[in-house]
């Protein structure tokens, strides 16, 4: 990671031709592993949502991530921490969105819902980048709107099984939430300092999640009681810890910051794909036509929403 961050993020249109070609390809790289990585994810949150509670198992998550990337992290953090305090407000509310808020709504949303469901639904928050852009200034014009309405409708498919009703599961409002989250942490990315560097970001980003979520975890421990440790419980929050938020969310943020928001979402719709195949494969969860017909139309609807 720390060679990947010694690599300067420019303008692609200051680069020339076969340098933009490769800054691309590495920014589609980078979203492409976090999007398998985050995958599994979803399917690691739903297998430990009866062993762990949500608030716990995130708070963990995020100190077990703190530890993993402190190594190559933290030699950086302290030499940017005047520029840490300089944007610290901006810092704050990247990690109250994007590490804070969207985990822990996606642990809570374990409880009630299948991996498959969580992986669809999150599916959608392109949809809402493309709406933070428009809010921006940028147009959409009648493709993207198209797209985007086709996405949604997806989505209503989906929580309403088969019809459009406003029947929400918990564990599908929870994924709303979490969706609407991640999409603003997304915009919130646009806007970091390049002066900061991304390995001085996350670590900074952990900590402070980790410190957000240690009143809920208190509580929590109070009123719930702790988790028994086995070798299954530990080894999800290893994956979630290590590879969820240490590596995903470093290439990620890099790719983001390479290529885009918009143009790294397209990556990300192939997540429902991934959920679902390891859904299948390791807890055992079916999908049915109607599940395969509102994939269709969420992947159909936000490709064509993010193409300009």
């Known amino acids: 990671m720390a060679v990947m961050d010694r690599v300067r993020t420019v303008p692609q249109e200051a680069l020339p031709g076969k340098a933009k070609k490769a800054a ?17 994810s979803f399917v690691a949150t739903r297998g430990m949502a009866d ?3 949500p608030v716990q198992a995130v708070f963990w998550r995020w100190v077990i991530a703190t530890v993993a990337v402190a190594p190559f992290a933290a030699r950086q953090a302290w030499q940017q921490r005047a520029l840490i305090r300089r944007h610290f407000g901006y810092i704050a509310l990247a ?3 994007g590490v804070t808020l969207y985990n822990t709504l996606v642990h809570q ?5 299948s991996a498959s469901n969580m992986g669809m639904i999150m599916a959608a928050s392109p949809v809402i980048m493309a709406l ?33 009703r406003f029947d929400f599961a918990a564990g599908d409002l929870w994924m709303f939430g979490a969706a609407l989250s991640f999409a603003t942490y997304s915009a919130l990315l646009k806007r970091k300092s390049a002066e900061l560097g991304g390995l001085a970001f996350l670590l900074t980003t952990f900590v402070l999640g980790a410190l957000m979520l240690a009143p809920a975890y208190a509580v929590s421990v109070g009123v719930q009681g702790g988790f028994r440790v086995t070798p299954s419980t ?4 290893l994956y979630v810890g290590v590879f969820s938020s240490a590596v995903a969310f470093f290439a990620w943020n890099k790719a983001v910051a ?22 299948l494969l390791l807890l055992g969860e079916t999908t049915g036509p ?14 064509l929403g993010a193409r300009r």
């Open 51 to 53: 062993s762990i509670p």
């Open 234 to 237: 530990a080894g999800m929050l």
């Open 95 to 97: 990690t109250l969105f």
């Open 290 to 303: 109607t599940q395969l017909l509102c994939m269709a139309l969420i992947l159909g609807g936000v490709g």
């Open 258 to 279: 390479m290529i885009g928001a918009a143009r790294a979402g397209v990556v990300y719709y192939l997540q429902p794909v991934c959920v679902a195949g390891l859904g």
């Open 109 to 113: 949303a374990g409880l009630t819902t």
């Open 24 to 40: 691309a390809g590495l920014g589609i790289l980078l979203a492409l592993l976090a999007t398998v990585v985050w995958s599994g």
């Open 132 to 164: 933070y852009a428009r809010l921006g200034g940028e147009r959409l014009g009648a493709r993207r709107t198209f797209g985007l309405a086709l996405a949604a409708l997806g989505v209503l498919l989906l929580v309403g099984k088969g019809s459009i």
